[in-house]
């Protein structure tokens, strides 16, 4: 029996809803220090690195990495520390969306890769800073994956080196903050704002 594409997706909204009520139910059950004992501090980190290396694939896998970052960050993991793993993670993962982008324009043609062009000239078009700024400001505070601007960069062949750091650094402060929410609750960003 073949699966139409709307059966496909509302599978994978079925199987992504059950991960999380199984992780609600884990988490409920088993403290995160004692999780945090379980896989030991330096394995937590390196969890976290990859955690976010698949999330940030979300093109190819979508994964909520944010869950095992607020969760080790609870049971004690530093958060710095935490943030930078995850950041850097996520920056790999984005990546692939970049080159997917990238070399996916020779597959575009007609009025979408003029649009491209476009979007290429208007992006030189304006001062260096608006860009990265921008960037930064939408990797640090929007939970949206870094797919929707990543992907439309890469095919409009826009330097990969002028949009890695500002990705790069908002990433980090990003899990950064997820992570003092996961040491310090949810009321800690509340009382931040």
């Known amino acids: 029996m073949a699966f139409s594409n709307k059966n496909k997706k509302f599978l994978g909204a079925v199987i992504l809803l059950l991960f999380f009520i199984a992780w609600y139910v884990f988490i409920y059950n088993i403290p995160s220090t004692e999780i945090v004992e379980l896989i030991g501090i330096n394995n937590g980190?390196?969890?976290t690195f990859f955690a976010s290396l698949l999330g940030g694939t979300f093109i190819l896998v979508p994964f909520p990495y944010h869950l095992i970052v607020f969760t080790l960050a609870s049971g004690g993991l530093n958060p710095?520390?935490?943030g930078i793993f995850a950041g850097?993670?996520?920056?790999i993962g984005d990546s692939t969306s970049y080159f997917i982008g990238y070399t996916g324009r020779e597959?575009?043609?007609g009025k979408l890769q003029l649009f491209f062009k476009r979007l290429y000239d208007w992006c030189l078009d304006k001062p260096k800073w608006i860009l990265p700024s921008f960037l930064y400001v939408y990797s640090s505070v929007i939970p949206i994956p870094n797919d929707l601007i990543?992907?439309?960069l890469g095919f409009a062949r826009y330097p990969y080196t002028r949009i890695v750091?500002?990705?790069w650094l908002g990433a980090i402060t990003f899990n950064t903050l997820l992570a003092f929410a996961g040491l310090?609750?949810?009321e800690w960003i509340i009382?931040?704002?």
């Open 191 to 193: 009382n931040l704002i």
């Open 80 to 82: 710095f520390l935490l």
């Open 45 to 47: 980190y390196l969890l």
């Open 165 to 167: 750091i500002p990705l």
């Open 88 to 91: 850097t993670g996520i920056l």
């Open 184 to 186: 310090y609750g949810l």
């Open 107 to 109: 597959i575009v043609t």
């Open 150 to 152: 990543i992907v439309p």
